[in-house]
């Protein structure tokens, strides 16, 4: 493996390039720590640097942690991934769906059938201390209440005001809200609270001593010590802003509200990669981590999101991931089979550490540093049927997002989130989405659900935005992830 010091001036250049605040990286092998490195600032007032114990949100990033101990509950009996959620909440249904179809499984996959929808948004604006913007003017506009409880995501899913993706099970949809009933249903499958659950049974037999699962980041603030980060953002031109008002998001326990640092998550997933062991000993039963990302689940160079991890294979080796973001936060962290560890956390928040994660795992691999690993590349082709594709989408994650995708001199392209962007052919029906102004800078990548001769969906990342009727646009929004 190469000098570690090769690798930290590559991720300084990239840092400084990109003009985050601060910024923390942990690569952990079979020998401990390889590389452990803090950048820039974690305050502005103080100018007090970044470490490897400086406390971050690690934002959805979470999301495993809670899959995790749904494996662990089903391993130990106590509940079976294959339970209806009726079985947890008796009011709850998707529209059109049987509900012994809709799991606790097809929850943690993502595979429910819920569309994007705005209960976390309306959340985080209802609960946190929030700027005057336009997108917190409108979701305290709409949001129908301060979405505190549980059951008012339940009462709100099952009144069935939006069109589901297909059957349970059909179809990968990045939804925050099934990771919120996943939460209550640690709660009820345990005896105790999600919150204890994680404490007890991960975080302290891997000795993540600066790790708690809290809403509103008060134990988080207790343990760091005061080495925990404040929150940034950019404005619309371009200038920095922070505060260290966290999002509170009540019922989004499991989903998004881990606090952390760079070195104990490498703790957390180096063990998954050794199928629960750490240091000599089984802290997690074996047979819980094959259900989270194991052997039924396909392994393939684009990735498949299994409970909640994202499974693909990079440079020949299976990796694990899962990004997250939030206001302050964005996060990349997952392992490398080997037996490797790696985070990236990031108290900027909108970003994609993407980048930063590749190169990690190419100091790991001694690929080129800067090599890329992209599920869709361009293949130089065109598409057959590009009049399928044509037509306006939406996503109602919070303020609505619109793709609306035209034929332009034979050429597709979209309006994406307002920004122009080209779609450049791939395989099957996925394309790569380039900005038009600056074709090396990618924007997203656009995969096609086709019934019936058009388009029902695009899925722009994680998330199926559904076809509408042309010319109904909206105010756009940010994605949380």
């Given at each position: ?9 590559y ?30 600032v ?51 249904h998707?529209?059109g ?86 939460s ?8 105790s ?21 809290d ?22 031109d ?21 606090k ?31 259900l ?111 793709c ?10 979209a309006d ?19 900005e ?8 997203t ?37």
């Amino acid at each position: 493996m190469r000098d570690g010091k090769e690798l930290e001036g590559y991720l300084a250049g990239l840092f400084e390039e990109r003009g985050y605040p601060g910024m923390a990286v942990c690569i952990r092998g079979p020998e401990g720590i390889l590389f452990e490195k803090g950048f820039g600032v974690r305050n502005m007032e103080q100018k007090e640097p970044v470490d490897g114990d400086t406390v971050f949100g690690i934002a959805s990033m979470s999301k495993s942690m809670t899959a995790l101990a749904c494996c662990i509950l089903q391993v130990e009996g106590k509940m079976s991934l294959e339970d209806p959620v009726v079985k947890y909440f008796p009011d709850f249904h998707v529209p059109g769906a049987a509900d012994e179809c809709v799991t606790v499984k097809t929850l943690a996959m993502h595979r429910a059938g819920i569309p994007p929808m705005e209960p976390l948004e309306w959340s985080i604006a209802m609960n946190s201390i929030e700027r005057d913007t336009k997108w917190y003017r409108e979701m305290v506009r709409t949001a129908p209440n301060k979405m505190d409880e549980i059951g008012q995501i339940v009462d709100y899913i099952s009144a069935g005001n939006y069109e589901p993706l297909g059957a349970p099970g059909e179809y990968m949809s990045y939804s925050n809200e099934g990771y919120a009933l996943l939460s209550y249903i640690v709660d009820q499958a345990s005896g105790s609270t999600l919150e204890e659950f994680l404490s007890e049974r991960i975080f302290k037999p891997l000795g993540m001593t600066r790790t708690v699962l809290d809403v509103d980041c008060s134990e988080a603030r207790v343990l760091s010590g005061g080495n925990i980060t404040s929150l940034f953002e950019r404005e619309e031109d371009g200038s920095l802003v922070w505060d260290d008002n966290w999002s509170v998001l009540p019922p989004f326990r499991g989903c998004a509200c881990v606090k952390s640092t760079a070195r104990d998550i490498t703790k957390y997933y180096q063990m998954l990669c050794d199928g629960g062991r750490w240091e000599g000993r089984q802290v997690i039963p074996a047979e819980a981590v094959e259900l989270m990302y194991g052997r039924e689940f396909p392994l393939t160079e684009e990735s498949f999101y299994c409970m909640g991890l994202k499974k693909r294979l990079i440079g020949g080796r299976m990796v694990c991931e899962h990004a997250g973001g939030l206001h302050g936060v964005s996060t990349q962290g997952g392992f490398l089979e080997g037996g490797y560890g790696v985070a990236v956390l990031c108290n900027e928040g909108d970003l994609d550490m993407e980048e930063f994660q590749w190169v990690c795992y190419n100091f790991i691999l001694g690929l080129p540093l800067d090599a890329k690993h992209y599920e869709v590349v361009p293949s130089g082709r065109t598409f057959g049927r590009p009049d399928m594709l044509c037509g306006d989408f939406v996503s109602s994650e919070g303020l609505k997002m619109h793709c609306t995708v035209s034929l332009e001199d034979g050429a597709l392209t979209a309006d994406y989130c307002e920004k122009k962007v080209r779609l450049l052919y791939g395989s099957h029906a996925s394309f790569v989405a380039v900005e038009a102004e600056r074709p090396e800078k990618r924007a997203t990548t656009m995969r096609f659900c086709i019934r019936n001769g058009k388009a029902w969906g695009v899925k722009c990342g994680s998330r199926i935005f559904q076809r509408t009727k042309e010319g109904d646009h909206g105010i756009t929004g940010k994605q949380r992830a």
